[in-house]
């Protein structure tokens, strides 16, 4: 068997030789040979396609040939939860690293003689991040990309700074699904035009590009797109013929186009969704006018807050004064995966806040008297604490007597006649509207962005101040 030391110089080796190092054991495919070489001409990547294509299999083989690769380099394995982490990556890196490096099972890492570590870590909660703010990575791995907001994303893409002076990456591998489908796909597959530099074309897949830095001062560091299909992977083909068909048998056609084919505008193209990109990129705007009549924070707390639970929408939008048809502005998206009930009401108010509403709208059915206890409570902290002053927002409950897809429903005509603007894009929640369908659950963020815009048309003056003492 090879040591280490072979394998280094192996690595040493492909600067001269266009094979790259590999691992006892390990027979990239030729898509995994080109998302390795890939991988070290660019900051960011993203392998993303069919469920199945090989790209969990290439990203830890990946993590471990870097280590070996790259002596002291901090090198980490992402994903949202611990127990995803558990069930996809720890074992199968366990065998990997059998006598290459030492495993420390408490913080699930792995050290090598070069003194390079390889660490799974996940980002359960949103703000999770910040736990890394004193912490360098020479290369992050993000399995399942989409599971995360693009805010976890792009704070963990400062943390990528080699002190070793190894090239630093950040490298994603995803289906096309899941919360964070449309802002990855923007930032990797398709780009909005405003987001490319005047005359630059859509990339490319498997070609490196530069996307125009914001303060258009010149060409950003590189990306690439490599796209995985299930013809990637014949060694799953052949022990497993019948995934394809368990594949081709789901009954949601946009999921079966987007796991079999890998296919990034099928979660797009969604049959009887009641939102549309389009339409909601026709009626964006850079910013809300001045004079707003009303402002109100949609809240959908979870109704449990472990690594789990679902998130909490939070959604402020405002209506303009004196407009016909009235014209509603989206403000701010805040949900998130919160640490507890307190955490989640004292975001809500943070933002009720920060827009200076005077309503906050959540529904009764579910918890109510905790919802409205919980928000009163974090109001009170507010004013304490100095964060909140003068007047004070209605908490209000509403009651769901009609279903979600019903309430929703006005909703999407108010967007189809092009009375609602949102200020700046939400990719999460423009995810979660465009993709979903009356009769399925409706997420967290949309039905946030329903208790707002439903209370805004309802409401046509605004609420009074009310008195501080209401809420003791
Ligand atoms: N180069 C390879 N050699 C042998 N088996 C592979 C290889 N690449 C992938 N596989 C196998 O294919 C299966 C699916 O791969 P995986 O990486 O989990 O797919 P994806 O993450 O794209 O959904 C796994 O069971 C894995 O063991
Ligand atoms: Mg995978």
């Not at 809500?348 to 919980?374: L, P």
């Not at 507010?382 to 908490?395: D, I, Q, S, T």
């Not at 006649?417 to 399925?440: I, K, S, Y």
Request: proline residues 8%.
């Amino acid at each position: 068997m090879a040591t280490v030391w072979d394998l280094v110089l192996e690595g040493v080796l492909a600067e001269y030789d266009p094979k790259p190092p590999t691992l006892p054991g390990y027979e990239p495919q030729p898509k995994q040979s080109i998302a390795e070489q890939l991988a070290g001409e660019v900051f960011e990547m993203l392998y993303g396609g069919a469920a199945g294509g090989g790209k969990s299999y290439w990203l830890r083989h990946s993590a471990v040939l870097y280590c070996l690769t790259h002596p002291g380099a901090y090198v980490a394995i992402v994903r949202r939860t611990l127990p995803m982490l558990r069930k996809t990556h720890h074992r199968p890196l366990q065998d990997i690293c059998r006598g290459l490096a030492t495993h420390n099972k408490s913080d699930l890492s792995w050290t090598f003689p070069n003194g390079a570590v390889l660490q799974l870590i996940s980002l359960t909660h949103d703000g999770d991040e910040q736990d890394y703010k004193s912490v360098e990575f020479d290369r992050l791995y993000f399995d399942e990309l989409t599971e995360f907001t693009e805010a976890q994303y792009t704070y963990m893409l400062t943390r990528l700074r080699s002190s070793n002076g190894h090239p630093t990456a950040a490298i994603g591998a995803t289906n096309p699904e899941g919360v964070g489908y449309a802002w990855v796909k923007r930032r990797f597959v398709k780009p909005r035009p405003g987001d490319l530099a005047e005359g630059q074309g859509q990339p490319v897949a498997c070609e490196p590009w530069r996307p125009p830095l914001p303060d258009g001062s010149g060409p950003g560091r590189a990306r690439v797109f490599v796209p995985a299909t299930l013809l990637d992977n014949p060694a799953l083909l052949a022990a497993n013929p019948e995934y394809e068909m368990t594949l081709r048998s789901m009954t949601d056609p946009r999921k079966r186009k987007a796991l079999l084919e890998g296919d990034w505008d099928a979660m797009d193209q969604v049959q009887g969704a009641q939102f549309s990109l389009t339409n909601i990129d026709n009626h964006r705007v850079h910013k809300a006018p001045a004079d707003l009549a009303r402002v109100v924070v949609g809240y959908d707390p979870a109704t449990t807050f472990t690594a789990t639970s679902d998130e909490t929408g939070i959604v402020a939008a405002a209506s303009a004064q004196a407009t016909r048809p009235r014209q509603m502005y989206v403000l701010a998206d805040r949900s998130a995966r919160f640490g507890s009930p307190e955490q989640a009401a004292r975001t809500c108010v943070d933002v009720a806040w920060s827009v200076q509403a005077d309503a906050i709208v959540y529904e009764t059915n579910q918890g109510g008297d905790y919802v409205k206890a919980a928000l009163n409570s974090a109001l009170r902290h507010a004013v304490k604490e100095g964060r909140w002053k003068g007047p004070l927002p209605k908490v209000l409950g509403v009651h769901a007597k009609r279903g979600k897809a019903l309430r929703a429903e006005p909703v999407s005509v108010y967007y189809d006649q092009g009375q609602v603007h949102h200020v700046g894009p939400f990719e999460e929640l423009e995810g979660q509207m465009t993709t979903w369908t009356p009769g399925n659950d409706s997420p967290d963020r949309l039905d946030a962005l329903v208790y707002a815009i439903t209370h805004l048309e309802e409401k046509a003056a605004p609420a009074g101040p009310v008195p501080i003492r209401s809420l003791w």
